[in-house]
């Protein structure tokens, strides 16, 4: 199995800030890499997709780079709705796997 | 507009079975593969299944741990996926979320519209 490990597993901003969170692939996902937020209580939300490609909708302060096994997920200019659980999750290879999430909360 | 439902959650003891419905529309669902994860209590999402487009042949796949007790299927004139759980544990109780998949597969694809979420609470 593709294990993915996200770092950090928690992490305090404030409003205006950029952030930055990482994944790491035990393996290469040859760039089937997909971002997700969860908000409190709800379904999770397609960010990014296939590393660095945004999905429909999603505010261009969201962005992804990265290649073979490390990944980014960067908000430029972080919004009051942006404070949410944020995973990755390769497609790759099955069992698609998922990063254990990272909590970002308001400082 | 896509939309996915997802249903047929509930509580129940261990070793029951239960069938989880998954309602979509707004798109040619035939033509997508679809998929189950599962979210337990306070923890990350986990996939469990999918199944693909009948035109890649309606193959599934599952994850180990459920592997041999739960199965996915589809009815695409009613544009339905289901997953039918047997012999059901205490490790079992999640939010279990429906998504939609890629077109005919899921390799390579991200999941881009997921249901609400049915609740399944195994509990003696």
């Known amino acids: 199995d593709i294990q993915m490990t996200q770092s950090p597993s928690s992490l305090s901003a404030s409003v205006g800030d950029r952030v930055t969170i990482t994944c790491r692939a035990s393996?290469?996902?040859?760039?089937?890499l997909n971002w997700y937020q969860q908000r409190p209580g709800k379904a999770p939300k397609l960010l990014i997709f296939?590393?660095?490609r945004l999905q429909s909708g999603v505010p261009p302060r969201f962005s992804g780079t990265g290649s073979g096994t490390d990944f980014t997920l960067t908000v430029s200019s972080l919004q009051p709705e942006d404070f949410a659980t944020y995973y990755c999750?390769?497609?790759?290879?099955?069992?698609?796997?998922f990063g254990q999430g990272t909590k970002l909360e308001i400082k | 507009e896509v939309e996915v439902v997802d249903s047929g959650g509930g509580l129940l003891e261990p070793g029951r079975s239960l069938r989880l419905s998954c309602t979509a529309s707004?798109?040619?669902?035939?033509?997508?593969?679809m998929s189950w994860f599962r979210q337990a209590p306070g923890k990350g999402l986990e996939w469990i299944s999918f199944?693909?487009?009948?035109?890649?042949?309606?193959?599934?796949e599952y994850a180990a741990s459920v592997k041999g007790r739960f199965t996915i299927s589809r009815d695409d004139s009613k544009s339905i996926a289901y997953l039918q759980m047997n012999s059901l544990t205490t490790e079992d109780t999640a939010l279990y979320y429906c998504?939609?998949?890629?077109?005919?597969?899921?390799?390579?694809?991200?999941?881009?519209?997921w249901g609400q979420g049915t609740l399944v609470t195994v509990s003696s």
């Open positions: 999750q390769q497609s790759y290879r099955t069992p698609y796997t």
């Open positions: 707004g798109f040619t669902f035939g033509d997508y593969a």
């Open positions: 199944i693909r487009s009948k035109a890649y042949g309606g193959t599934a």
């Open positions: 296939t590393t660095s």
């Open positions: 393996q290469s996902t040859s760039g089937y």
């Open positions: 998504a939609r998949g890629g077109l005919y597969d899921t390799s390579g694809y991200p999941f881009d519209y």
